[in-house]
């Protein structure tokens, strides 16, 4: 994904899709809290197209000192203020993408150290 800041609380920050057969994706979301080396949360809006008006989750990205290492624990909620059954597919949509976007992530950190 390519992203363009601003990353700042408050403020929206916009990219776009390179995941092979999601490029036509425009990826948008609310900053929400920055500290440096344990969080960076952000809020969005799962499906946008299809109800402009759905509620949006948040996604938080949190960072933990380990004895051996540092754990990186991904959590999404706000599935149960999505109305209808809208939610819960929302919510299996993510839980696979957001599997294989650790799985990246994994595989950078490896190639990194």
């Known amino acids: 994904m390519k992203l363009n800041g601003p990353f700042v609380p ?49 996604v938080e990205f949190r960072l933990e000192k380990t004895a051996s290492g540092t754990l990186l624990l991904l959590t999404e909620s706000g599935f149960d203020k999505i109305p209808g059954d809208r939610g819960l597919e929302a919510f299996r949509m993510n839980d696979g993408g957001w599997t294989e976007q650790m799985k990246n992530i994994e595989n950078y950190v490896a190639q990194s150290s």
């Open 10 to 58: 408050g403020q929206v920050s916009r990219g776009q899709i390179t995941y092979p057969g999601y490029e036509h994706v425009k990826w948008e979301a609310v900053v929400r809290k920055m500290e440096p080396e344990s969080l960076f949360s952000f809020t969005w809006k799962v499906a946008p197209k299809i109800d402009s008006n759905e509620t949006s989750t948040l």
